[in-house]
Antibody
């Protein structure tokens, strides 16, 4: 069974930095594309960005708001996905989810072109 | 404001049918597959429909998806109280660089 477990959320000051992690088990992590999605309190889902597998180039794409301050990376040796956020703003407060991205690469359950498996989310609070 | 437009809420009685629309454009829905997600309050979203109309294993056939042109629709028949949730459509915008898109979400109330 594929499992995703996010961590690294918590309280961060405006202007600070944070790094979220997403540990993946039950599947060959190196072959999957991965996505970050966030959800501000009481709001809808917002796509943050995704990273391809190394075999497909390993490049990352970002939402407009994430370009410049957000960096998605992966360590295939640790089966872990990361989201680095710099110069944190109040509007970055949200639950952050990682998900397997079946738009490309391998797909754990073969549900192609969907976000197949989701983690439980990690909460980021922004306050001084 | 989301690029994909969904009604904020829908409601129907148990046993009835409800449809949720998702409207986009030629650069997103018009040229890409649509997926649907169900989110019960306090939990992570769950994949409900992929590739416009395919159901993952374990999703009842009461849930169905369709797509026509630049719009997609989620239909739920035989409504149950357990279907109360917020439903999101999702797709890609491949006009410039690839980026994911979600609708604003539709809260379903089973009266």
């Amino acid at each position: 069974e594929v499992q995703l477990v996010e961590s690294g959320g918590g309280l961060v000051k405006p202007g600070g930095s944070l790094r979220l992690s997403c540990a993946v088990s039950g599947f060959t992590f190196s072959s999957v594309w991965m996505t970050w999605v966030r959800q501000a309190p009481g709001k809808g889902l917002e796509w943050v960005g995704r990273i391809m597998s190394a075999n497909d180039g390993g490049t990352a794409d970002y939402a407009g708001f994430a370009t410049g301050r957000f960096t998605i990376s992966r360590d295939d040796s640790k089966n872990t996905l990361y989201l680095q956020v710099n110069n944190v703003k109040a509007e970055d407060a949200a639950v952050y989810y990682c998900a397997t991205d079946c738009t490309g690469g391998a797909c754990p359950n073969n549900y192609y072109y969907g976000l197949d498996v989701w983690g439980q989310g990690t909460t980021v609070t922004v306050s001084s | 404001q989301s690029v994909l437009t969904q009604p904020p809420s829908v409601s129907a009685a148990p046993g009835q049918k409800v449809t949720i629309s998702c409207s986009g454009s030629s650069s997103d829905i018009g040229n890409n597959f649509v997926s649907w997600y169900q989110q019960v309050p306090g939990t992570a979203p769950k994949l409900l429909i992929y590739q416009n109309n395919e159901r993952p294993s374990g999703i009842p056939d009461r849930f169905s998806g369709s797509k026509s042109g630049t719009s997609a629709t989620l239909a739920i028949t035989g409504l149950q109280t357990g279907d109360e949730a917020t439903y999101y459509c999702g797709t890609w915008d491949t006009s410039l660089s690839a980026r994911g898109l979600f609708g604003g979400g539709t809260k379903l109330t089973v009266l």
